[in-house]
């Protein structure tokens, strides 16, 4: 148990385990496992360990935004199994059934992904590579950022037994096409006052990757031959094109204000 705690304190931070209990009511025991799991799924020791050799290519500065990318995505995995793993937090099972999906995930990237997430791998891939970092290292610093949205793939994939490629390419192309990720960047980047604030911010994060992993589910079941998930999803958004140029019109003025709040 102490090994256990000073890993999580080391890595993570003294506030970490307050702060999930705060976000998701769950007791220190339940959190030591997600983490656990979290850590052993995303393969988050050899990435951290391929940045302690760094440094000799890149600035102590760099090197601490690289962890700190890590401890992010640590971080969402650890509360995504909190919230929906919590009574199924068997570290050995939970393992085994995510690593090979997460690493299967990071394979399909960028080919899954639609243009202007493409262009964002691009861009985060060849800044990492003129820092000298190594193409594979580079790929999974620059996969973090999809790897947020992981968890919920793969569930999905799992639910309904169809490859994680797949239900990855449905979800992310769903997200460009409603412009998803501005909606997330700016609840991320949305100031807190206080703790309950904060505790807001990650509710609504919540929401949405609960829609964005409901329309993937829904998307799917639409598709009864399981054939053409892409195709089924451009007849959804064309029989409710009226529905979605409201909410392109909802993301205009959101866009144009100076200012969002709660």
Known sequence: ATKLSNIIINEMGFHFVYRMQDETGAPVSAIVRAYMIARSVLGIDSIWEQIENLESLICVEKQTELVMACVRLLRRTTRWFLR?????????KSVRIFAPAVAELKKVIPAIFGEKNKINYQQYYHQYIEQGIAPELAH???????????????????????????????????????????????????????NWESLSREALRDDLD?????????????????????????????????????????????????????
């Open 140 to 194: 999974d610093l620059t996969c973090t950022r999809a790897l947020f949205s992981s968890m919920d793939i793969i569930e999905v994939a799992q639910q309904s037994s169809i490859s994680v490629q797949k239900v990855a390419e449905l979800y992310f192309g769903i997200g460009e096409f409603l412009d998803l990720a501005w909606i997330r960047s700016q609840i991320i980047a949305h100031p807190t006052e206080n």
């Open 84 to 92: 929906n793993q919590r009574l199924r937090l068997n570290i050995n």
């Open 210 to 262: 609960w829609q964005q992993r409901q329309l993937t589910m829904g998307i799917i079941n639409l598709d009864h031959k399981r054939k053409d998930f892409m195709g089924c999803f451009i007849a959804w958004s064309e029989s409710h094109a009226g529905l979605i140029e409201r909410w392109r019109h909802i993301l205009s003025d959101l866009k144009a204000s100076n200012s969002l709040n709660y």
